[in-house]
T-cell receptor, first 115, second 112 residues
Framework: DVKVTQSSRYLVKRTGEKVFLECVQD?????MFWYRQDPGLGLRLIYF???????EKGDIPEGYSVSREKKERFSLILESASTNQTSMYLC??????????????FGAGSRLTVL | AQSVTQPDIHITVSEGASLELRCNYS??????LFWYVQSPGQGLQLLLK??????LVQGIKGFEAEFKRSQSSFNLRKPSVHWSDAAEYFC??????????FGTGTRLQVTL
């Protein structure tokens, strides 16, 4: 069964800490995404990556960065966590998206609380 | 700007009753359309998708959705709801690029 694995389901961090959220997929997908989910706002795209070492900003990239050194792994980095980054973070992947007609496979999510 | 609207934040239905969740989109051309479901504490699972062709699409778990171009809608339906259908449902759309735009979600509660 294809899988997107997010290493941490629940994290509690303090304001100003550097936070790493890790995501690994075993489907050899080229494309990976990080979304943030908040009540009443749905899912908003933070960053995505079409290939190793490639990244593009989504709709809300401020305060975040990403790293994709290997095809299967896509990391979301909060350089200095703030309380307004308390949220559920969802990673997803898909194969070729040039047609737009591809389906995302999601991880189970990482719930981050920043105190 | 491209957008997806789910006008109902929360819906409650009785088990065995029919269900319709509304979704409207605003895109320059007909986008690809999706419905996802999220059970508590879980990631999102695809229910169904529309790319082209027959405007009534069948999905998993007995769900279906109908694409209506004239109304810019892609409503999700199920004839008889089961208690296990209680979850949050997201409509999403994308054009020729890869970025999905999601609606804000509809939380479904099922009463026994």
């Amino acid at each position: 069964d294809v899988k997107v694995t997010q290493s941490s389901r629940y994290l509690v961090k303090r304001t100003g800490e550097k936070v790493f959220l890790e995501c690994v997929q075993d489907m050899d997908h080229e494309n990976m995404f990080w979304y943030r989910q908040d009540p009443g706002l749905g899912l908003r795209l933070i960053y995505f990556s079409y290939d190793v070492k490639m990244k593009e900003k989504g709709d809300i990239p401020e305060g975040y960065s990403v790293s994709r050194e290997k095809k299967e792994r896509f990391s979301l980095i909060l350089e200095s966590a703030s309380t307004n980054q308390t949220s559920m973070y969802l990673c997803a992947s898909t194969s070729d998206t040039r047609s737009g007609a591809n389906v995302l496979t999601f991880g189970a999510g990482s719930r981050l609380t920043v105190l | 700007a491209q957008s997806v609207t789910q006008p109902d934040i929360h819906i409650t239905v009785s088990e065995g009753a029919s269900l319709e969740l509304r979704c409207n989109y605003s895109y320059g051309a007909t986008p690809y359309l999706f419905w996802y479901v999220q059970s508590p504490g879980q990631g999102l699972q695809l229910l169904l998708k529309y790319f082209s062709g027959d405007t009534l699409v069948q999905g998993i778990k007995g769900f279906e959705a109908e694409f209506k171009r004239s109304q810019s809608s892609f409503n999700l339906r199920k004839p008889s709801v089961h208690w296990s259908d209680a979850a949050e449902y997201f409509c999403a759309a994308t054009g020729t690029a890869s970025k999905l735009t999601f609606g804000t979600g509809t939380r479904l509660q099922v009463t026994l």
